[in-house]
């Protein structure tokens, strides 16, 4: 149980938030044939696309209605109709997501119009493209905040559609399970077996382990390659019962329990704890024995924390990360006896009060590194622009959350699941063993002066920014 | 309230450009039509803001505040390759993380505590206060908050007044340039006079992108020429304010930085010529055009010594790597002037450009790229990515050679590729460049890993795959 504090800064100085259509975008590119589009000026999508772009090196879908300075006063759903319009004509997507932006909120533009109307009389067809809304001031919330409210639109626009796109169920039962945005495409895989282990169907919504994972496909395409598909989503109000992963998948689960599908809601399925009680569930709602599979991957998870408990054990921790994430992070690192001394979370969310350090700072990157350095943090574990934090207090760096463009399968590596936590343990104990092995050079020649450890001369030269 | 003659007058100045190809046509229409419009849903590229921090962002020693929500800053800082030498300042990231009740209540009191918080702090050179989309349609007075905080603070507050929606990263750029014949350049005076027989210049446009300005400075410092100012790769604050001391301007690849140098020119008399660093060909021109600007026979006779020296090297290094690319073929796409620059380091390299990028070019841009390439090359205005592999296959081109965000179009459509925009990690510029771009081009056309992916699995090989395989 942990005490949110926040940080009380006025503004932020080093960010760890990232913005909410940010967020809403990224839900949407985990639907098959799906372009996000940002209602506002053109850098909005522009950044936005650029990070994504680096952190999953991957083309990523998106559009912008370029709102202009004139625009934006005078009224943009001209602009928003057109994009519409450009967008269909050149790709055919299945799914459109509009997202607003903290411009299109500002003006004050009555967009839910917009969107309702063009619904009625340009795309009320079965050929059409889905055009989901979704409000995303810049200025309210951040990613976790945008995933969310997309995530909701997503499955209310299922649950709305017309009977004759849900097709006839056959074989085994769909199991939904609404996707939090701290699940990486590795998590992903690894919920999606264990759900079919139990002889359902899992229905991953969204799923950017088909989208943003990193496959080379038969070409190149302007939009999401893979994804949960609109039938899928057509489908989800036929489930018997479902299940959601992460506190940024609980308004959706609200939505679709509201649908008449009974949902089991986690915070996060991070550590041993987390895990076995989604198995469990999967076991009571379908009767099914636990498959040997998942036995065998929560004997190997239960070892590593053994084989990791040596280093693990009272190491001093700094994490910065999305709410659900930091949650289940620090429970993981808990399990293995780690101290978490630093935990920053960009915005706040009642699912902070269950992380498993004494306290979560809603801040920025500033207060990660007051209190990395206080706390005498040997490892930070956060995303690239946490680097820099590492360097200043002397740590090692651990890459998580989003951006991390500095090294390679960020999209890959996750911390869910029986496997998933057993590949982070692995990785935050290397980077301690490897910081150790720094600091205990092999023994130098006997003359000349001693090396000076890399992490040293860091800090030394930190002060400079 | 004015007349309504004067409201119909044309906006202020910073819409006005001599130099603008569009407003200098005889074409009534075009004339007034302005920059071209993006078209809603068919868009890509930044906006003024971001093109305002590619120019300012650089000044190391300075903070940079951005007063706007997070999407601002926070999906974007740390995403430039620009080097310093020195303080890094520039690498933090402030912004007002504008909140909705800001919005609804105003955001200058937030913005001017930041401010005063950043400079007690941190002791920056200066502050720059960067406008956004939101702050500048709630109506924040961004000017008074600077010059409130500077007289408060006691050090230069620089309000840049570039929102998103104002146009594009082209003019985000301009008008940061703007921003610093405004604000800063002018307001100090250098310590002491360089020594006899040196020259002090402006280097405008250049971002040390990988440190490539370093590539360029040491042949600079044997011919004696020395940076006044850096506009701003590597800048300081302290030496940009004093670059109306400077002897002549180069500006290095960027249109939209030419009002600068003709600001410099027009108040303070500083001459200003136009040139690039890519290539052979562009380094010879750059160091003749120091010389021609500045006037100094001497040093024109020490420019030839030293360009038939340095092109000796470089035609040494290139020489083992020059039958390797013989015949390469390469689709060219990147913005504005760096188009007809990249287009001559390529054919310095060996390398045939069979076309070539134009949307963010002026026509003088096209005209020269047309000089190098001939009049059969392709000229490219829709760079839309499908469209760019399109023009690949036609052209039987063997790389793209573009900007990071059309690496991955390449690589999902299995074609070799090079970044030669913001975000590449290799200097190219200067002599060391030369060598160095043909490296990295048989680099990315000669791993093996291109023959793997555009095999079929065996399972899906058909037998049309198999004879191309």
């Known amino acids: ?74 009224g943009a759903a001209g602009h928003l109709v057109t994009a519409l319009d450009t967008i269909r004509s050149a790709s055919a997507p299945d799914v459109i997501g509009v997202i607003t932006t903290g411009v299109s909120e500002t003006s004050g533009e009555d967009v839910e119009a917009t969107v309702r109307e063009y619904r009625l009389g340009r795309a009320s067809g079965p050929q059409d493209p889905l ?82 994972d990193g496959h080379l496909a038969p070409a190149w395409s302007p939009l999401t390659t893979g994804g949960t598909g609109r039938a899928a989503l057509a489908a989800l109000a036929a489930a018997p019962a479902a299940a959601s992963a992460g506190a940024s998948a609980a308004a959706a689960a609200e939505t679709l329990a509201r649908g008449g599908v009974p949902v089991a809601r986690f915070d996060h399925l991070a550590g041993l704890e987390a895990v076995d009680a989604f198995v469990d569930r999967l076991r009571t709602t379908t009767s099914e024995p636990v498959p040997d599979r998942v036995r065998r991957d929560r004997a190997r998870l239960a070892d590593g924390l053994l084989d990791t408990h040596f280093v693990l054990g009272g190491a001093r921790v700094a994490v910065a990360a999305e709410p659900e994430l930091l949650t289940g992070v620090t429970h993981l690192l808990a399990s293995a006896g780690a101290r978490v001394v630093a935990a920053v979370s960009p915005t706040d969310e009642p699912v902070l009060t269950t992380a498993a350090c004494e306290e979560v700072v809603v801040g920025d990157l500033s207060d990660l590194r007051a209190r990395a350095a206080e706390g005498g943090a040997e490892v930070v574990i956060g995303s690239s622009h946490t680097v820099a934090t590492a360097r200043a207090v002397g740590a090692g760096h651990l890459p998580l959350g989003l951006p991390v463009d500095h090294r390679f399968g960020a999209a890959l590596n996750g911390v869910a699941g029986y496997r998933g936590g057993l590949a982070f343990v692995f990785r935050a104990a290397d980077v301690l063993l490897a910081r150790q092995d720094d600091a205990h050079p092999a023994p130098a020649a006997p003359s000349g002066p001693v090396p000076v450890p890399a992490h040293v001369t860091d800090t030394l030269r930190s002060p400079q920014c | 309230m004015s007349s309504t003659a004067s409201a119909r007058r044309p906006p202020p100045s910073r819409y006005d450009e001599p130099g603008c190809g569009h407003q200098r046509s005889k074409d009534a229409a075009a004339r007034t039509a302005g920059c071209p419009a993006p078209t809603p849903g068919s868009a890509a590229g930044g906006c003024s803001f971001d093109g305002s921090m590619i120019t300012l962002v650089p000044i190391a020693d300075a903070a940079h505040v951005i007063h706007g929500p997070i999407g601002c800053l926070g999906n974007s800082w740390e995403a430039r390759g620009s080097l310093s030498s020195g303080r890094q300042l520039n690498r933090r990231g402030f912004t007002s993380d504008v909140t909705e009740h800001d919005v609804v209540f105003g955001g200058e009191q937030k913005v001017y505590d930041l401010v005063l918080e950043v400079a007690r702090e941190h002791r920056p050179a200066a502050v720059f206060v960067y406008s956004t989309c939101v702050t500048a349609l709630i109506g924040d007075d961004l000017d008074a908050v600077c010059s409130a905080a500077a007289a408060r603070a006691g050090l230069p507050v620089v309000p840049v007044h570039a929102p998103g929606f104002a146009g594009s990263k082209n003019f985000g ?50 011919l004696g020429i020395r940076m006044r100012a850096r506009i701003t790769g590597d800048g300081r604050y302290g030496d940009i304010a004093t670059a109306h001391r400077a002897e002549a301007t180069m500006v290095v690849c960027s249109r939209a930085l030419l009002p600068l140098a003709r600001g410099l020119q027009e108040r303070y008399g500083v ?24 006037g100094d026979p001497v040093l024109a006779s020490r420019v030839e010594d030293v360009i038939a020296e340095q092109e000796a090297l470089v035609r040494a290094a ?7 690319l013989a015949g390469v073929r390469a689709v060219l796409y990147t913005g504005g002037v760096k188009s007809w620059s990249m287009i001559s380091a390529l054919q310095d390299v060996g390398v045939e450009v069979v076309a070539s990028g ?24 829709d760079g839309k990515p499908a469209q760019l592999i399109e023009i690949v296959r036609e052209t039987g081109a063997d790389i793209l050679i573009a900007g990071g965000r059309n690496q991955y179009t390449a690589l999902k459509s299995r074609l070799p590729f090079l970044d030669v925009n913001q975000e590449r990690h290799v200097p190219l510029a200067g002599y060391p460049g030369v060598p160095e771009l043909a490296r990295q081009l048989v680099r990315a056309l000669d791993n093996p890993v291109w023959s793997q992916v555009r095999k079929d699995a065996p399972w899906d090989r058909t037998a049309a795959s198999l004879q191309g395989a």
């Open chain 1, 1 to 74: 149980m942990a005490t949110v504090t926040l940080s009380g800064r006025r503004g932020a100085t080093d960010p760890l938030k990232l913005s909410r259509p940010l967020g809403a975008a990224l839900a949407f590119l985990g639907l098959e044939r799906c372009m996000p589009l940002l209602h506002g000026p053109q850098g909005c999508a522009a950044f936005a696309k650029a990070l994504l772009t680096k952190h999953f090196r991957e083309p990523v879908p998106l559009q912008t209605t370029a709102v202009t300075e004139l625009t934006a006063v005078l």
């Open chain 1, 131 to 212: 055009v989901v809304l979704v409000r995303a001031p810049d200025f309210i919330g951040g990613l976790s905040d945008g995933w969310s409210a997309a995530l909701a639109s997503i499955v209310a626009a299922g649950l709305e559609a017309p009977p004759e796109e849900q097709p006839v169920r056959s074989g085994p039962l769909a199991f939904p399970l609404l996707a939090g945005v701290s699940l990486a495409a590795g998590d992903l895989d690894e919920l999606e077996a264990m759900i079919a282990g139990f002889g359902v169907t899992p229905v991953l919504v969204p799923d950017l382990s088909r989208s943003l």
């Open chain 2, 173 to 222: 750029n301009r008008l940061a340039g703007a921003a610093l014949l405004e604000h800063v350049i002018g307001t100090r005076e250098p310590g002491q006079a360089p020594p006899p027989g040196v020259h002090e210049v402006n280097l405008v446009g250049e971002y040390n992108i990988a440190g490539e300005l370093w590539n360029v400075t040491p042949v600079l410092d044997r």
């Open chain 2, 271 to 294: 001459p200003w010529f136009e040139g690039s660093f890519y290539g052979i060909r562009a380094m010879a021109d750059a160091l003749r055009g120091f010389a021609t600007t500045l």
């Open chain 2, 318 to 324: 290139l020489e083992p790597l020059r039958h390797r």
């Open chain 2, 358 to 381: 134009a949307t963010k070019s002026t026509p003088e841009d096209v005209d020269r790229m047309t000089a190098l390439l001939g009049p059969d090359a392709r000229i490219v205005r």
